[in-house]
């Protein structure tokens, strides 16, 4: 048997789960703040969104950065990670038609491309973009993911080394001082909210404690990784970004953040197409995160860990988006929240070579008392629904 992981101490979470009372997210997503009213920060922040942030204000000055970095000489001039999903086309087909830009756009390869995951990939290059497509050695990934899985139950930690760091890494080895990310998900989806007046990405501090859960590339050293098989996860040397004078920005700090708007744009203009299975297993969307048959897992952990699935994510901000009432949105997630992502199980367990009690064994040492009860037949239950 594992030792059961103490969730609480390891991501700073309030012992007494409560939900927001415009939304349906609960305080047990890290960082995120319920105020004295019952009001998550992310439904505040969305309040903003729609009443005092001047979005004209914004693009102005979104054009002044862009006039700044602007290529005079028909090089790229500014860099653009993306996967061909629906917010990162919409980035990166704003930046090169609308406003004029050069975008080079990198990608950081998926463990395991969908079908329709590696077509829209393929479809976003169609619409007229440069691209440089990142595939780690697949051995050190299959050993990343399992030990992300094992050691912070997130199998998607590898690839968040990936999606960081290889696009500053292409940066400073095109000498393009610009990288223009899409949302900042800490201010978008409720997280620390420091950082919402600010337009630019930290790619020091914030990177490592928000994106990492503080086990950058180099903690996995002691677990038998070799240094030399990390050379692509790992950040360029912090003189060189100093150099190039690189600057990280949020494209959601200057133009609204509105996903479902994504979809229909990108669906448009660089032909992204919405999971012909209908919708992704615990969640009733169809647009979102379909890239990886290792998305459903990275989604049911934070299930295991927060009590907070797929559906709680999609549907909090789609109520804060107003696409969706609050009610609705609690039948949704009593519908589908947690399901488990069975479509890609096996490859999951091939993938990270576990067995299946393995895999049992890992998921319920995750499982916190403060969320789960276990009935008199072993059946695990949420201690706390929304209503
Ligand atoms: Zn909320």
């Not at 001039?77 to 609308?98: E, R």
């Amino acid at each position: 048997m594992r030792e059961p992981v103490d969730v609480i101490k390891r991501y700073n979470l309030p012992e007494k789960v409560k939900f927001c009372k415009c939304c349906v997210i609960s305080n047990q997503r890290p960082r995120i703040c319920l105020d004295d009213k019952g009001i998550c920060s992310a439904c505040r922040f969305a309040e903003r969104k729609k009443k005092t942030i001047d979005w004209n204000d914004r693009e102005k000055q979104l054009i002044e950065l862009l006039d700044r970095h602007r290529s005079k000489n028909g090089k790229h001039d500014v860099v653009v990670p993306a996967s061909g999903g629906k917010d990162s086309a919409f980035v990166a087909h704003q930046l090169k038609y609308k406003y004029g830009m050069r975008p080079l756009t990198v990608t950081w390869a998926p463990a395991l491309f969908t079908d329709v995951g590696w077509r829209n990939f393929q479809n976003f290059i169609q619409a007229g973009f440069d691209n440089i497509l990142c595939t780690p050695n697949p051995e050190v990934h299959r050993k990343l993911t399992r030990l992300g899985f094992e050691h912070l139950a997130e199998p998607f930690q590898p690839f968040a080394y990936g999606v960081k760091n290889f696009a500053t890494s292409m940066a400073v080895k095109y000498q393009i001082p610009l990288i223009m990310y899409g949302e900042n998900g800490e201010v978008e989806y409720g997280g620390d909210s420091k950082n919402e007046e600010i337009p630019t990405h930290n790619l020091n501090d914030d990177l490592e404690r928000h994106y990492f859960s503080n086990m950058g590339p180099l903690r996995w050293l002691e677990y038998g990784i070799k240094r030399e098989d990390l050379a692509l996860y790992l950040p360029p040397p912090a003189e060189e970004l100093q150099k190039l004078n690189a600057e990280a920005h949020f494209f959601g700090f200057y133009k609204k953040w509105i996903p479902q708007e994504n979809y229909y744009y990108a669906m448009e203009h660089t032909g992204f197409e919405a999971n012909p299975d209908g919708r992704s297993e615990g969640t009733y969307s169809r647009y979102a995160s379909l890239d990886d048959k290792l998305d459903g897992f990275h989604f049911w952990m934070a299930y295991i860990k927060f009590g907070i699935g797929r559906a709680t994510s999609d549907a909090a901000h789609e109520i804060r988006d107003g696409h969706l009432t609050r009610e609705e949105g609690v039948a949704l997630v009593r519908r589908f929240d947690g399901e488990f992502p069975k479509l890609y199980f096996k490859d999951f367990l091939d993938y990270t070579r576990l067995t299946e009690d393995e895999f049992w064994e890992i998921v319920n040492s995750y499982r916190s008392p403060h969320i789960w009860k276990q009935t008199s037949d072993g059946e695990w239950q949420l201690k706390h629904e929304i209503d």
